[in-house]
């Protein structure tokens, strides 16, 4: 018995399965969920807990199982069409951004954005009668939207969120300020969701390894001109900058604090 992490979602966790299949990372495979079928794909992340989710691989995808998955694919604009519809007549303050149709054709999950707490109960009781299958609405951050819709950042290439299969990483203001430009300002340091950049995870570890041995910014230390403040780091020189009790600017190593 081998067990895997299988990816189903983009949006949510991995599922952790067992199976008989000797299977490899990337290869597609037919998996039930709540006894709806659907196209997972083996994957190397770490998976969320086996009875969090009753997933159960039942085979290796063929291709007929491939073609059916890329037809239900093309039903995703009537889907959309229909339901932002459906979502003006109602009245509700939500916008859509994807919909997945379920391998066997069973149940339709609508992704969606929305800034506040939606009752969407009538919706759904709506889009079921107008589609005759179950559907289910998610609501997703704006980086999984931003996920789904694709782009590129400031860098001029494909945004990081692409890349992420599985979960999308945290990101907090911390990173930005373990390497120094927080400063900079919420505009400089987001991306086009409008939260943190993921990028900002990339070398946060590393920077928080190197800072090991400097002073706090705005703390006091002392060296044999006088005292001064810490009002700048910059670890892959080893400057700090300080503001000097007695007036001006110096910029000294840390080997030179007392």
Same mark, same amino acid.
């Given at each position: 018995?081998?067990?895997? %992490?299988?990816?189903?979602? /983009?949006?949510?966790?991995?599922?952790?399965?067992?199976?008989?299949?000797?299977? /490899?990372?990337? @290869?597609?495979?037919?998996?039930?969920?709540?006894?709806?079928?659907?196209?997972?794909? !083996?994957?190397?992340?770490?998976?969320?807990?086996?009875?969090?989710?009753?997933?159960?691989?039942?085979? +290796? #995808?063929?291709?007929?199982?491939?073609?059916?998955?890329?037809?239900?694919?093309?039903?995703?604009?009537?889907?959309?069409?229909?339901?932002?519809?459906? !979502?003006?007549?109602?009245?509700?303050?939500?916008? *859509?951004?994807?919909?997945?149709?379920?391998?066997?054709?069973?149940?339709?999950?609508?992704?969606?954005?929305?800034?506040?707490? =939606?009752?969407?109960? @009538?919706?759904?009781?709506?889009?079921?009668? =107008?589609?005759?299958?179950?559907?289910?609405?998610?609501?997703?951050? %704006?980086?999984?939207? #931003?996920?789904?819709?694709? &782009?590129?950042?400031?860098?001029?290439?494909?945004?990081?969120? *692409? %890349?992420?299969?599985?979960?999308?990483?945290?990101?907090?203001?911390?990173?930005?300020?373990?390497?120094?430009?927080?400063?900079?300002?919420?505009?400089?340091?987001? &991306?086009?969701?409008?939260? *943190?950049?993921?990028?900002?995870?990339?070398?946060?570890?590393?920077?928080?390894?190197?800072?090991? &041995?400097?002073?706090? !910014?705005?703390?006091?230390? +002392?060296?044999?001109?006088?005292?001064?403040?810490?009002?700048?780091?910059?670890?892959?020189?080893?400057?700090?900058?300080?503001?000097?009790? @007695?007036? &001006?600017? *110096?910029?000294?190593?840390?080997?030179?604090?007392?």
């Amino acid at each position: 018995m081998h067990t895997y %992490s299988v990816r189903v979602y /983009n949006w949510e966790p991995l599922r952790q399965c067992n199976s008989e299949l000797d299977l /490899n990372i990337g @290869e597609q495979v037919v998996v039930k969920e709540d006894l709806v079928s659907e196209i997972g794909v !083996i994957d190397s992340g770490e998976s969320i807990m086996a009875d969090e989710k009753k997933t159960i691989i039942v085979r +290796k #995808a063929t291709k007929r199982d491939l073609e059916t998955y890329e037809k239900n694919k093309e039903k995703k604009a009537e889907i959309l069409q229909l339901s932002k519809s459906e !979502i003006k007549r109602v009245g509700l303050n939500m916008k *859509l951004v994807d919909v997945h149709v379920s391998l066997d054709g069973s149940n339709s999950i609508i992704l969606f954005t929305a800034d506040e707490r =939606i009752d969407f109960r @009538e919706l759904v009781k709506n889009l079921s009668k =107008i589609f005759h299958r179950s559907v289910r609405l998610h609501q997703v951050g %704006s980086r999984d939207e #931003a996920r789904k819709l694709g &782009g590129c950042g400031v860098c001029g290439r494909d945004l990081c969120c *692409l %890349s992420f299969p599985g979960n999308l990483p945290s990101i907090s203001i911390d990173m930005a300020r373990v390497q120094q430009i927080a400063h900079r300002g919420s505009e400089r340091i987001s &991306g086009v969701c409008g939260r *943190l950049m993921c990028c900002l995870s990339y070398e946060a570890a590393q920077y928080q390894q190197m800072l090991i &041995g400097f002073p706090e !910014i705005h703390s006091s230390v +002392k060296i044999k001109e006088g005292k001064g403040e810490v009002i700048e780091i910059n670890v892959l020189t080893g400057d700090i900058k300080l503001r000097m009790s @007695e007036g &001006g600017i *110096l910029v000294v190593k840390k080997e030179v604090l007392l």
